[in-house]
């Protein structure tokens, strides 16, 4: 157990609707990262945010935001769904927002798109 | 060409065979991190690197910054070895992966 929740474990909803995954860090991270992984492809990072700034963006699509509230835990909500935004979404959170320090991961949510 | 590269996609091992993983990148870094992924989904940090090598338990990391390569190295393997390793350099702010290599040890 890494410390990370990721709340809904699996999601399935319709094309075109709205959803809204949400992670809280391990105790004492200030950082949260999204990461989306789909079938044919790696591990994507989409953004993150330290101690409710944003701080880096990846990939994301602009009908994708997140958002980390003063209580540290993230959101990341996903509108007008598509089929290819099936994935794998992990959350992960860090002490610091540096590349030097190691990432926890949470369990992910499945989201299928029907 | 990726910026960071992982060798072999795949692998298949006779149980208590050596196995090793490479990762070469081409971007500067301040870490690199040797991840394990299960079937179920889940994903486990091994290792973080920033120079030389560490060991724990039958898993052994190493990397060279002149060379901008790592390798993961598990001796003994076990069925329960099998998994996706990845290896994910840190920038400034975030984790650059690699594509993973896909291990299946046979019993």
């Known amino acids: 157990d890494s410390g990370v929740t990721q709340t809904p474990k699996h999601l399935i909803t319709a094309t075109g609707q709205r959803v809204t995954l949400r992670c809280s860090p391990r105790?004492?991270?200030?950082?949260v990262y999204w990461y989306q992984q789909s079938l044919d492809q790696g591990l994507q990072f989409l953004i993150q945010?330290?101690?409710?700034?944003?701080?880096a963006k990846g990939n994301i699509l602009e009908r994708f935001s997140a958002q980390q509230f003063p209580d540290l835990h993230s959101e990341l909500n996903l509108s007008s769904l598509e089929l290819g935004d099936s994935a794998l979404y992990f959350c992960?959170?860090?002490?610091?927002?540096?590349?030097?320090?190691?990432?926890?991961f949470g369990p992910g949510t499945r989201l299928t798109v029907l | 060409k990726n910026e960071v590269e992982q060798s072999p996609q795949n692998l298949t091992a006779q149980e208590g065979e050596f196995i090793t993983i490479n990762c070469s990148y081409s971007?500067?870094?301040?870490?690199l991190h040797w991840l394990q992924q299960h079937p179920g989904g889940g994903i486990v940090s091994l290792f973080m690197?920033?120079?030389g090598k560490k060991k724990h338990g039958r898993l052994i990391a190493t990397i060279n910054i002149q060379e901008k390569h790592s390798s993961l190295h598990i001796t003994a393997s076990h069925p329960r070895d099998s998994a996706v390793y990845i290896c994910?350099?840190?920038?400034?702010?975030?984790?650059?992966f690699g594509t993973g290599t896909r291990l299946k040890v046979l019993a």
């Open positions: 994910a350099v840190g920038g400034t702010y975030k984790y650059i």
């Open positions: 971007v500067g870094i301040s870490a």
């Open positions: 105790s004492g991270d200030l950082s």
């Open positions: 945010y330290y101690n409710g700034e944003e701080r």
């Open positions: 992960a959170s860090s002490v610091s927002g540096s590349g030097n320090n190691e990432q926890f």
């Open positions: 690197l920033s120079s």
